[in-house]
């Protein structure tokens, strides 16, 4: 059985100015290839600039490859029409005061994409937007509300809410606790964990913060100027990491950390 998500060989490079007249390329990242099947959570972590964010916004369909290929269950995703992919695959960035548009209210914002990407009518609409909300923990009454209405954590749960609502196989998500206090960051992670357990959603995410990886990943991805340097299960990278970045990023999230 082909994996739920299967990424080959893929590369993003950018044209670069370099003189008056010439460009350069400059290689986001690449050549990445990994797997991720149904249920897991892969987490992708690295400093900064070694290419996370292009890559799962690459997965999302939000920057094109420059080479590689995606397959979702053994298809590729370039064959996918956008329907198909938003059904498989939906992203949430990472500041849903910036993504959530502060002129519709909740009720919109979750109405928007079932009205394009399903055959559902009003009431139908209606009754999965009422079960979303309820998913992640947020009453009917906030249908009615405007972003600006909500606080820090609601507009992440709305942001969930809107990737959520077409029950898609796998959630991007990019870096989306930074602007979190940490202990709301727990609460947003716990509530991921909780709508996994239900729905057998996958998570790819782009975090920082190597304690929050440790408790919610089934697997590592460390990326280094573009490249993987170290991936496997979370519990043997965070025992036994094998390259210094990967130990700098686990001591400075991890005071107890030892090695
Ligand atoms: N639109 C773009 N045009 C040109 N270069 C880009 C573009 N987007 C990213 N890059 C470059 O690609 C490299 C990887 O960037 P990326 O944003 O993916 O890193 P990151 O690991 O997510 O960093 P951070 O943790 O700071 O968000 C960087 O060198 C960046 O400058």
Redesign the pocket.
């Known amino acids: 059985m082909p994996s739920l998500l299967k990424v080959t060989n893929l590369c ?5 100015p370099s003189g008056l007249f010439t460009t350069r390329e ?4 690449g050549p990445v290839s990994f797997t991720i099947e149904a249920g897991q959570t892969l987490a ?1 972590v ?12 690459t997965i999302a369909g939000v ?1 094109k490859a420059t080479s590689g290929e995606i397959f979702i269950k053994g298809q590729p995703l370039e064959s996918l029409s956008s329907q198909q992919r938003c059904l498989s695959l939906r992203m949430i960035f ?1 500041d849903p005061s910036s993504s959530l548009n502060p002129k519709m209210t909740v009720g919109k914002i979750l109405n928007a994409p079932l009205e394009l990407n399903t055959n559902k009518n009003a009431k139908e609409r209606s009754q999965k937007i009422i079960e979303t909300l309820k998913l992640v923990g947020l009453l009917p009454d906030y249908l009615a509300f405007f972003p600006n209405m909500l606080s820090s954590v609601q507009k992440h749960q709305v942001a969930i809410a809107r990737a959520m609502i077409l029950d898609p196989d796998i959630i991007l998500a ?2 989306i606790l930074t602007t979190l206090d940490i202990s709301l960051r727990f609460k947003i992670v716990n509530l991921l964990l909780n709508i996994q357990k239900i729905k057998g959603t996958s998570y790819i995410f ?1 975090a ?1 913060n190597m304690h929050l990886v440790k408790h919610m990943s089934d697997q590592i991805m460390v ?1 280094h100027q ?1 490249k993987i340097i170290e991936k496997g299960s979370t519990e043997t990278i965070c025992e036994d990491p094998q390259q210094e970045q990967t130990k700098y990023l686990l001591l400075t999230h991890q005071p107890d950390y030892r090695k």
Not at 46 to 57: F, M, P
């Open positions: 993003k490079s950018f044209k670069q400059k290689v986001a990242y992708i690295g400093e900064s600039g070694s290419g996370k964010s292009a890559l799962v916004r920057l990472q990019d870096e782009v920082h990326l573009g």
